[in-house]
């Protein structure tokens, strides 16, 4: 395993910092005043609008898709690196460079699984950054964690699809810019085969029947970079049959292809939360006094920073393997390391956010540093693309196996 950087990643890498500096750090203040006079809480400041034309420009765009055709080609080793610079502005940079989730996950679907038709109506816009979609799979009325309980059904009539159902937390589609819903329900639901019962369907949010009823809050924040996430409500919302990605049946598979390559994402994006906190609980260790000498002098503080960095560097190299068995055996190859990386890597993300927290005091729960979003970020990704407990159990099963 050699997980040096090659010379493209280097030149990405070097291009992609100079941006950081130069363009998204100063439009992170200038995002939140510009949001306070649009006319919708949801609508796109300008300066978004302009990061993402800069980047463009830049040939920092559409880096996490590996298909050439479509994407940058990186592989996953490549892009890891940078993604995790994108993360020490989460809310921001992903967007910025049109990587930003869900529309990557449904980017990497409509790819993989859509035909020509889907490709040009959907893809490209997506891809060119002019429409935003979103994920419709999360339900409120049962547990979510087990893909197979979702009760959204989508029936055949003729030569259309009928959906009925309720989600919540699909990001990204209090968007106006938000034109399209990938949707996953039950085409049969008495199957006897339970991850064969469900179905994806693309689903415009122009639908009748679709109505997108309220924002949804993750610990009092609205998300309003990402679109926010909604509670969604299909009542006999009506698509044609050419709408059916892939197979019936074949939701649940797609589901897997599209969340593994999230999954990494996340875990790459985390790693540059977590530099973010460090750099922040550094700044501010070498800047107050408490008790007669500087906080970088107290002996907890001390722990805390060295235990930091320890965590990601180790979480670096796990995540770095993780990409390169994707690249070389395949996500199916690399499920094991996929479901380690993102057990471990939002709750040790989440411990250091904490006490860079606990550093800054009563400043770092405030909207004066970025530290408490970036906690209930972090925080979300214990539960989200599959929360830990789940992994866990998967990733147990998996070691038992060699001794039974």
């Not at 890891?80 to 869900?102: D, F, H, K, M, V």
């Not at 020509?116 to 979609?133: F, H, V, Y």
């Not at 034109?179 to 006897?192: C, E, L, N, Q, Y």
């Not at 990409?323 to 250091?352: C, L, S, Y």
């Amino acid at each position: 395993m050699d997980f040096a950087f090659d010379a493209r990643t280097e030149e990405l890498r070097a291009k992609l910092l100079a941006f950081m500096d130069e363009y998204v750090y100063p439009a992170e203040a200038v995002v939140e005043e510009q949001r306070a006079a649009l006319a919708s809480p949801w609508d796109t400041p300008a300066v978004v609008e302009e990061l993402k034309a800069e980047a463009r420009r830049q040939g920092l765009w559409n880096l996490f898709l590996p298909d050439g055709e479509y994407g940058a080609g990186l592989t996953n080793l490549q892009y890891a690196p940078l993604a995790e610079i994108t993360g020490r502005s989460p809310q921001l940079a992903p967007t910025a460079l049109n990587c930003a989730a869900p529309d990557t996950g449904n980017m990497e679907v409509l790819a993989q699984f859509g035909d020509e038709q889907k490709k040009k109506q959907w893809l490209e816009p997506l891809l060119a950054g002019e429409i935003r979609s979103a994920f419709a799979m999360t339900e409120p009325e049962v547990a979510s964690s087990d893909a197979t309980n979702i009760t959204t059904h989508i029936r055949r009539e003729g030569d259309e699809y009928v959906i009925t159902g309720r989600k919540w937390y699909i990001s990204g589609a209090m968007n106006p810019d938000c034109k399209i819903f990938i949707v996953m329900g039950k085409t049969d639901p008495d199957g006897p085969d339970i991850r064969r019962q469900q179905s994806m369907v693309l689903v415009p949010r122009d639908t009748p029947g679709v109505t997108v009823k309220r924002a949804m809050q993750v610990f009092g924040y609205e998300d309003h970079y990402h679109g926010g996430h909604a509670e969604v409500v299909f009542d006999q919302a009506r698509v044609p049959v050419t709408n059916l990605i892939g197979e019936e049946g074949g939701g649940f598979a797609i589901a897997q292809a599209r969340l593994g390559p999230g999954r990494i994402h996340h875990c790459m994006r985390l790693i540059g939360m977590a530099e973010r906190a460090i750099e922040l609980m550094c700044r501010r260790a070498v800047s107050r006094t408490a008790f007669g000498k500087a906080l970088a002098q107290q002996g907890v503080v001390q722990n805390w920073i060295a235990d930091a960095r320890v965590a990601v560097e180790q979480l670096r190299l796990l995540v770095l393997k993780t990409a390169w068995m994707m690249d070389t055996v395949g996500n199916k190859g690399a499920h094991a390391e996929i479901q380690a990386i993102k057990i471990a890597t939002p709750r040790t993300v989440v411990d250091i956010i904490d006490r860079a927290i606990q550093l800054h005091g009563a400043g770092g729960v405030s909207q004066d540093f970025p530290l408490a979003e970036l906690y209930a970020g972090a925080r979300t990704l214990m539960l989200a693309d599959g929360p830990d407990e789940v992994h866990q159990r998967s990733l147990a099963r998996r070691e038992l196996k060699k001794y039974l």
